[in-house]
């Protein structure tokens, strides 16, 4: 492997990076963020004499508690691990820790002041310095610390930029999603606001361009006229896991199909973008969500695992959804009679997260007495990356059998040893280029809620009932049999199994 590429080789931008997490002392911080920021500088794509990571929140600590904390979770990844600890070394240092509360003043003038002085100290070099600030933190502070970065911590070089990274949730339904976006667009222009949907850095979604427009194997298939559904699928083996009370204000809707499987369903149903300059793509992107039709009550079904309302800080009598199966339909000449098929649960059987386009069967077939499944087309997001194409074939032996495999990718195997960075890698290095590809913009956000808030307030109002399902389970039956309604063939006896590496 040669030697990583920089941001250096990406952008003629010079002068000084400030990166401050705001929310530092928390867990998505901790556990995603700053980790995130290590591997990019392990990998050279941010470096020590251009950067500095300021970390601000309410808690009371030292610099060097803050780094304390973080080490354990700096681990080392594939290619990394005999230089780990000199890695470790070299990044903390970087570090920079201020308290302060997130609607007073005195909090973010200190932090100012703390930028600026690492700004002058680099002044020599002549370029612009440059403000990333990234919000680690729950919605409700969004708009005070706003106000905050506005008034006093905003970049004052000429030439150099303010960007604001957000994470979702981006409000509840459409109308607080509006007023936040009204409260933080008074103040930030679309350019400068990053909303990050971390799905849209996985490898495999990333992917999901160059299969579609790169090859032209897919372009005359890829219809009304071939395909009969597409399901889009995350499932979790656990349950909220001490986060049950976060997760009863907004239920699985809210927390993944609303935003992850919903921008993974417009990159799998957009027309062919004219290029691939971010705004090109994202109008692409919205056409989709408006050509959405308003979701039936009986196309959809609700559950919650048993033993989910046991966590104390849940109500008793608590109606939010920890699974639900959603049929979207959208009304353009591509897509029309298609139902995508959005599907997510905690407490479930297995995990994974998939992408499954099952094709029509064929017509006057010869093969249909003997055949066990139909042509699907399936990429899979995590765990195990691979995409693979299940396949009808014949049964080795004298007699003619049929039976299902797969033309297969591999990720772990085809690429072993290729690096596949984690999403907040990508999507933060995204944030340092001005890339707005990979982000969430508004007019995408507000599409996105108009389909999914009336069917959230019958949720909230005990309109649509969630059904009980056991913990290990596929979900409430109901969720199949809504499947198999709508057009979806389940393929019996067949179970793709990953390549192990000592298969190679």
């Known amino acids: 492997m040669g030697e990583p590429a920089r ?8 002068g000084c990076l400030s990166i401050i997490v705001l929310g530092a002392s928390g867990d998505l911080a ?16 941010i470096e020590s004499h251009d950067v500095h990571i300021f970390g601000y929140a309410r808690t009371k600590m030292s610099d060097d ?7 354990e979770y700096l681990t080392p990844r594939k290619g990394g691990e005999e230089t780990h600890d000199e890695d470790v070394s070299k990044f903390l240092p970087l570090i920079k820790y201020i308290s302060g509360p997130y609607d007073a003043d005195e909090g973010f003038q200190s932090l100012d002041e703390a930028i600026s002085a690492y700004e002058m100290s680099k002044d020599d070099k002549g370029g612009s310095s440059r403000r990333l600030f990234y919000f680690a933190l729950p919605p409700s502070v969004y708009p005070p610390v706003c106000k905050m970065i506005k008034r006093f911590c905003m970049n004052k070089s000429e030439g150099g930029w303010t960007r604001v990274v957000i994470e979702k949730p981006f409000g509840k339904d459409l109308e607080s999603s509006e007023t936040l976006s009204t409260q933080i667009g008074d103040l930030f222009n679309e350019s400068q606001i990053y909303r990050i949907d971390h799905y849209l850095g996985k490898e495999l979604v990333q992917n999901l361009l160059v299969l579609r427009f790169a090859n032209r194997l897919f372009m005359p298939l890829w219809n009304h006229d071939n395909i009969s559904t597409v399901q889009i699928v995350f499932k979790e083996d656990f349950g909220t896991e001490g986060r049950g009370g976060y997760f009863d204000e907004y239920g699985i809707i809210r927390d993944i199909l609303q935003n992850h499987l919903l921008q993974v369903l417009c990159l799998v149903a957009m027309e062919r973008p004219v290029s691939l300059k971010p705004e090109h793509i994202r109008d692409e992107k919205l056409k989709v969500l408006q050509s959405v039709i308003p979701i039936k009550d009986e196309e959809v079904v609700l559950g919650q695992y048993e033993g989910y309302t046991e966590d104390p800080t849940v109500p008793k009598d608590s109606n939010t959804p920890t699974f639900a199966t959603v049929v979207i339909r959208i009304h353009n000449e591509r897509w029309e009679g298609v139902p995508f098929i959005l599907k997510a649960g905690k407490s479930m059987k297995s995990r ?9 069967d064929v017509a006057g077939d010869i093969f249909k007495p003997k055949r066990k499944g139909r042509n699907e087309f399936v990429i ?3 765990p195990s990356e691979a995409i693979y194409m299940k396949l009808t074939v014949k049964e080795p032996g004298l007699e003619m ?7 297969d990718l591999s990720y772990r195997q085809r690429y ?13 290095l995204d944030t340092i280029r001005g890339d707005q590809q990979h982000f969430v913009r508004r007019d995408e956000l507000k599409a996105a809620w108009e389909i999914f808030t009336p069917l959230l307030h019958k949720i909230d109002n005990n309109e649509i009932q969630s059904l009980p399902y056991k913990s290990g389970s596929r979900g409430p039956d109901q969720a199949d049999t809504l499947a198999e309604k709508v057009g ?3 393929t019996h006896g067949y179970v793709w199994i990953p390549p192990t590496l000592s298969a190679v």
């Open 352 to 360: 994974k997260a998939e992408i499954r386009v099952q094709f029509k």
């Open 488 to 490: 979806y063939v389940q």
């Open 416 to 428: 072993q040893d290729v690096i596949i960075p984690e999403a907040y890698e990508r999507l933060i």
């Open 7 to 14: 941001l250096s080789d990406y952008q003629a931008e010079s």
């Open 380 to 382: 899979r997001l995590q």
């Open 30 to 45: 901790k556990k995603k963020t700053f980790p995130a920021l290590f591997h990019l500088h392990r990998q050279r794509f």
């Open 401 to 407: 059998k049929t039976t299902q495999s797969e033309l």
């Open 65 to 71: 508690d803050l780094r304390d904390r973080l080490r």
